[in-house]
Nanobody
Framework: VQLQASGGGLVQAGGSLRLSCAASGRTFSPYAVGWFRQAPGKEREFVAAIKWSGASTYYGNAMKGRFTISRDNVKNTVYLQMNTLKPEDTAVYYC??????????????????WGQGTLVTVSS
């Protein structure tokens, strides 16, 4: 499956952005999808994940209450709504997909398929 992340940009602190992860090549619905981010000089960090059905979602501690992950399996797209953005949210955001996430939803090595990343910059 090929993934295309989009929706990044420059936003002021306190603002919102919605990222999209569009899938092609295979039916998207059986795949769990995660969002990760990586800031310069830092390790890749778990942001959020959603099960194939959308019935369960998971969030990194710093994102709880501010970010919401959702999916539309008809459109083959997963969304990440980000509200109350902070300068420390600045990073390249990646989406990833995995059919059998046995390694845990928050672990980058769980996922076999990755998008190219979209840059989010939050100004203070």
């Amino acid at each position: 499956v090929q993934l295309q992340a989009s929706g990044g940009g420059l936003v002021q602190a306190g603002g919102s952005l919605r990222l999209s992860c569009a899938a092609s090549g295979r039916t998207f619905s059986p795949y769990a999808v995660g969002w990760f981010r990586q800031a310069p000089g830092k390790e890749r960090e778990f942001v959020a994940a959603i099960k194939w059905s959308g019935a369960s979602t998971y969030y990194g501690n710093a994102m709880k209450g501010r970010f919401t992950i959702s999916r539309d399996n008809v459109k083959n797209t997963v969304y990440l709504q980000m509200n109350t953005l902070k300068p420390e949210d600045t990073a390249v955001y990646y989406c990833a997909a995995e059919r059998w996430p046995a390694g845990g939803y928050s672990t980058p090595t769980t996922y076999d398929y990755w998008g190219q990343g979209t840059l989010v910059t939050v100004s203070s």
